[in-house]
């Protein structure tokens, strides 16, 4: 199995959601732990990268915020 950590703004997000939306969550976890090459592979700077993408039950918004920058702070 894959030893992984969760950065403290993820633990922050996961601690605040409903039970239901905690289990989708700790679902798609056990998924890319089994296979850590599971979602959409990036191409060119980020190639490696892998998306997981994944709808909780009821949950409207987990975060705000450009994609570049979070893959700009990525590539670096």
Excluded: C, W
Excluded at 1 to 28: C, E, G, I, W, Y
């Amino acid at each position: 199995m894959l030893n992984a950590t969760a950065s403290p703004s993820f633990s922050r997000m996961a601690k605040n959601l409903h039970a239901k939306d905690k289990q989708v969550l700790d679902d798609a976890v056990r998924s890319i732990a089994a296979n850590h090459q599971s979602g959409e592979d990036k191409k060119g700077d980020l190639a490696g990268v892998f998306v997981y993408k994944f709808k909780p039950i009821g949950l409207v918004l987990l975060a705000v915020g450009p994609h570049e920058n979070f893959y700009a702070a990525l590539k670096r």
